[in-house]
């Protein structure tokens, strides 16, 4: 039998049994910005976390501000990477693994204020291959700042006996 996302997944393990605490989500957040230091930078803090979709927020913050006062290009571009990745790590079987191949991002709007990034995608449809997968940002009207579209290579990892030590 193989396990989907929930029983066989360390990333969504950790966040359901944090997220039961006062600040659990917030101290998750710190724990992916330790494990991810350039992730880190955005201080993004992971708002859902289940098989196929992840939500997660980030402040507008003078360190990720461009020189027009807006959120930087490439702290939007780091909030959908993280919120992509998170999700796909929570979804993903464990005798799969994958890796980011492209991005395509569009800028509908400028970028100001608390803003929140959503991920989702079938869980059924992480298989071997290329896969696209979408990534939103909101801002506080609800308004999209950011489309996203992710490709990722997903492949078989190698049976442990097999590798090379």
């Given at each position: 039998?193989?396990?989907?996302?929930?029983?066989?997944?360390?990333?969504?393990?950790?966040?359901?049994?944090?997220?039961?605490?006062?600040?659990?989500?917030?101290?998750?957040?710190?724990?992916?910005?330790?494990?991810?230091?350039?992730?880190?930078?955005?201080?993004?803090?992971?708002?859902?976390?289940?098989?196929?979709?992840?939500?997660?927020?980030?402040?507008?913050?003078?360190?990720?501000?461009?020189?027009?006062?807006?959120?930087?290009?490439?702290?939007?571009?780091?909030?959908?990477?993280?919120?992509?990745?998170?999700?796909?790590?929570?979804?993903?079987?464990?005798?799969?693994?994958?890796?980011?191949?492209?991005?395509?991002?569009?800028?509908?709007?400028?970028?100001?204020?608390?803003?929140?990034?959503?991920?989702?995608?079938?869980?059924?449809?992480?298989?071997?291959?290329?896969?696209?997968?979408p990534v939103a940002i909101r801002d506080m009207s609800g308004d999209i700042v950011v489309?996203?579209?992710?490709?990722?290579?997903?492949?078989?990892?190698?049976?442990?006996?097999?590798?090379?030590?």
């Amino acid at each position: 039998m193989q396990l989907k996302g929930d029983a066989a997944n360390r990333t969504l393990r950790v966040f359901r049994r944090l997220s039961r605490f006062p600040f659990g989500k917030l101290i998750y957040s710190k724990l992916v910005n330790f494990y991810a230091p350039y992730t880190g930078t955005i201080r993004a803090v992971v708002t859902d976390l289940i098989p196929g979709r992840c939500t997660t927020e980030m402040k507008d913050r003078r360190s990720i501000q461009n020189h027009l006062r807006t959120v930087h290009a490439i702290a939007l571009c780091n909030l959908c990477e993280m919120t992509m990745g998170l999700m796909v790590d929570a979804t993903i079987s464990p005798h799969l693994r994958w890796i980011p191949r492209g991005m395509t991002v569009h800028y509908v709007k400028k970028a100001r204020g608390m803003l929140s990034g959503s991920s989702w995608i079938d869980p059924d449809a992480l298989a071997p291959g290329n896969q696209t997968v979408p990534v939103a940002i909101r801002d506080m009207s609800g308004d999209i700042v950011v489309r996203a579209d992710i490709m990722l290579s997903v492949s078989r990892r190698p049976d442990r006996d097999m590798r090379v030590s």
